[in-house]
């Protein structure tokens, strides 16, 4: 009896033990998949040229699928040492761009960007633009830099727009000295996260904004 019920002791133990394991390494595999993505920066150069850089984890595949502007990645897993390391050229159609990252293994979104811009073709020698270049980067859960630099004697404000629920940087023409900038913002989760650049022009004598005309371009929105 004592021998039976120690077999039947083992028996359930051993049962017992195999169910975590496997629960362990659903779970390992969650959360790898869930990091497929590491992080990515996006860029408008001086000429008005988009592009992107982004890191994956290792093992990731990636397959790219672009229509005109729309362009999807889809990451899953892969037995072989991919790139982790990789970088695209971005093209506007009809002043806009979308990208979203797609969790091919479960179909599921990562995160994805929608830009609304000038074409670079169409707006050259448009001077209404006091950004030169700027650049959004992705540095941790909900975190984004955003670097930019603006023209010659251009002033910059923050402000938080509750209204639209924005972030917006403020350019117009004044004395400013600095024109390099940077600012850290934060993503809410379940809400997109809305960068506006507003640039004013107009009368340039005009002693206040309400003379000025508001050109809120480029306008970038992040979602995950």
């Known amino acids: 009896m004592k021998k039976s019920s120690l077999l ?8 017992v033990f195999s169910s975590c394991s496997s ?3 659903g779970m390992i595999s969650t959360d790898s998949n869930a990091k497929l ?7 408008r150069d001086a000429s008005g040229a988009y592009s992107m850089d982004f890191d994956v984890a290792e093992k990731t595949k ?3 699928v672009s229509d005109l502007s729309n362009n999807q990645f889809y990451l899953h897993s892969s037995k072989e040492y991919t790139s982790t390391k990789i970088a695209e050229q971005l093209v506007i159609d009809n002043e806009q761009l979308k990208v979203g990252f797609i969790d091919a293994n479960d179909n599921k979104n990562i995160t994805s960007f929608t830009i ?6 169409l707006a050259k020698g448009n001077e209404n633009s006091k950004l030169k270049s700027y650049s959004i980067t992705k540095n941790g859960e909900g975190l984004y830099d955003v670097v930019f630099e603006v023209k010659n004697n251009v002033a910059v404000n923050f402000v938080h727009n509750e209204k639209e629920e924005a972030f917006e940087i403020h350019l117009n023409s004044g004395k ?8 850290t913002l934060e993503k809410l989760d379940g809400k997109p996260l809305s960068i506006v650049f507003v640039n004013y ?5 005009a002693k206040t904004d309400d003379y000025l005309t508001p050109i809120r371009k480029p306008v970038i929105i992040i979602e995950d």
């Open 8 to 15: 039947v002791f083992a028996m359930i133990a051993s049962l």
């Open 23 to 25: 629960n362990e390494d």
């Open 37 to 43: 993505l590491k992080n990515f920066s996006l860029k």
């Open 62 to 64: 990636v397959n790219k």
């Open 116 to 121: 609304i811009d000038d074409n670079i073709t």
């Open 176 to 183: 400013g000295g600095e024109t390099n900038y940077s600012r």
């Open 201 to 205: 022009v107009g009368n340039s004598g």
